[in-house]
């Protein structure tokens, strides 16, 4: 095969709509990859077919819907933290030429355990060992299923994608044998893919020794030491690295952790000498072993704490329940069993807030008899127990003379939770609904979004949003986006949250969490750029499929403020050209039409200048007025459009003579009584001319006036 050959995806290969988009223009440079003197030789008349058929074929790619992903930046993943021993060192190895330096294989699979590190594994070994002029590529893998002809196929390119959702993608035969042919082709284009495969999605599989296609497997961690001693060198911490080793039970804590939670142990001893060290800003480590024993005790207790996972203590805490609590077993109660979650939520926090808490808890538990209801049934358990202060005291905190709790372990608190979650699985659907109480119940927004992201995506999955979704998108939507705003910009469940997503937006009960969720996301300017187009898809999705008018006005109102960002509007200005190309809906595209109405460019409507390439806007303006299903909702955004430059004279005139123009075409008569009542309600110019008089004057023959009066007409 030729070099720079580009070969098209199979006809019968899935598609999947939920993660669509619009395609790169397929005639652009960059969509087309230029054939040079040399890349083809002729030997025989066939191969002249065969030249101009994959000339069609390099074309024919780049109109389908391919994987996206962002560009990375190989210094930036040079200076990051990186251990190589071990079984990673054999693999690396295995991977990489011993002469050239080069990757061997044209695509390498990396199968390893959730959380070993094998994406910063694949990242590191793509931009040590290509050539320095190869563009490095993350993608998203947005697919129903793996699919050779969801794979993008560019010259000198390096991509790195992640295979971990257990829904999206597992292998299939089929895909692994395909790599073969897409490996031929990524040596055509000199590029090469590297696909991580969580261990998981890997068994019953076997691929053949091959060669341009290999498979490692990382079986262990990288050293745990090795692990924290790079990221604290690179966080600027060095020092803590001696402290750490001083202590027995951080060692142990450390010891057996794979990469991910080691690089959280990391920020945690981290966060915890920056707390303590705010408090006294003068001292070292050193300082703190020298500065006394209390203050050297208060720093280790709060660094064993943090690195504990307390389970020891909690398999005490929560072993067989008793009645009453007699001061012989360590075993809670129910009821302190509901004050120790409440406390791992709130911390420290007023008296009469934590009993509220504990006791919104309860009520959810409580099991009322028949003669007694719930409030009844709680209300005799708690009073003929101990009292408030007391239980307190038995579940590890204390309260002041102010009548405040005092419990500053949030590490404690953590563990508490995810104990309770991983214990007691009836205990989910109760804690959701517990901390999902609207904002005038007893558990405040932080610690809440803390403590729900926390849960539901514990063990990387995104499983339990489902179940969160259904509790809260009703009455309280707001902390349901907070923690679907955490889950997509999670590294290991992002996926899982965007098809979540996707599948809510279908969903009239969920719609305003995903209109509010895709907005932060768009609005927030770290959003990189596969970010927002998933946003976008979403909002798009919300759009086409709902009937509801005060949704779609929240969608608009998304867009409207996309305007005034420049590389959101550009994501506006393809909708809409989408929409006149019939690749997108006209549900969608006409509320982007709408958004950049808000646009100017020198004082003049956006739209109307030279600026607005791409869009045919006269078309627009007639298919959405000339459809009573659209001009409904098209109309009151006109109206205002007009009004907004009712004190600017050459900018009204502009906006006014061409959508006289347009109305005054066929199958218009409907559109125009209907602006015209509308705008009975616009301004007067800055002549001081009514604006609905001026229209009807421009748009109705002077003869006829008298007959068409700007009032008259019916809808």
Known sequence: MAENTFVSPEPDEPQNPEFGGTSPDPTSPASVPTLRPGDLHIQQAGVAAGYVRELNVQQELRKRDVLEGVARDRQEIFEQPFVLSGRWKEAWDQAVDG??????PRILLVVAPRSFGSTTFALQLLARHTEADTTLVKLDADWSAPSRGRLPLGRHHAYQVDLKDTRTDRLSADFLDSLTRHAENLASARSFLVITVAKELWPGHYL?????????HLDEPPEVELVVKEHLEYHGHPQLLSHLQSLDEAVVSLRGLNAVEAVRAVLTAMAVWEEYHGGHPHLSVAGVRAGGQERSASFAERLTAALSDWREKLDGLFGETTATYDGLTSSLTLEDRCLLLALAVRQSAPMTEVAATAGSLRSLLAVPNSNTTAA????????????????????????????SVVFDQPAYGRAVLAYVWDNYAVMRAPLLTWLTQPDDGPVSAQPTVDALTGLVLRHGTADHLDTLGSIACDKNPELLGAVLLRAVGDEHVGRAAWATLYRWAGQHQYTRTVVDTCRSVL??????????????????????????????????????????????????????????????????????????????????????????????????????????????????????????YATDAVGYELLRDRLVHILRGNGMFQAYWSFMRALAEAPVTVEGVDVAEDFHQHLVDPRLHSVFGPGTGSA
């Open 208 to 216: 053949s020794p091959r060669g341009d296609v290999k498979v490692v």
């Open 99 to 104: 002469e050239t330096h080069l990757l061997r």
């Open 523 to 644: 609005m927030e300017e770290t959003s990189g750029p596969s970010a927002a187009k998933m946003a976008l898809v979403r909002l798009r999705r919300v759009a086409r499929k709902e009937e509801d008018p005060a949704t779609r006005l929240r969608v608009l109102a998304v867009m409207k403020e996309l305007v005034t960002r420049p590389a959101r509007t550009a994501m506006l200005v393809t909708e809409v050209a989408a929409w006149q190309a019939a690749k997108v809906s006209a549900r969608s595209g006409s509320l982007a039409f709408l958004a950049l109405m808000e646009k100017e460019h020198s004082k003049v409507p956006w739209l109307m200048s030279e600026e607005a390439v791409g869009i045919d806007v006269d078309r627009a303006l007639r298919d959405l007025l000339g459809d009573a299903a659209t001009a409904q909702e098209v109309i009151p955004q006109l109206t205002q459009w007009v009004g907004s």
């Open 376 to 403: 009844e049934a709680l209300a005799q358990s708690v009073f003929a127990g101990r009292g408030l202060r007391r239980r307190i005291h038995d579940v590890g905190a204390h309260v002041n003379t102010h009548d």
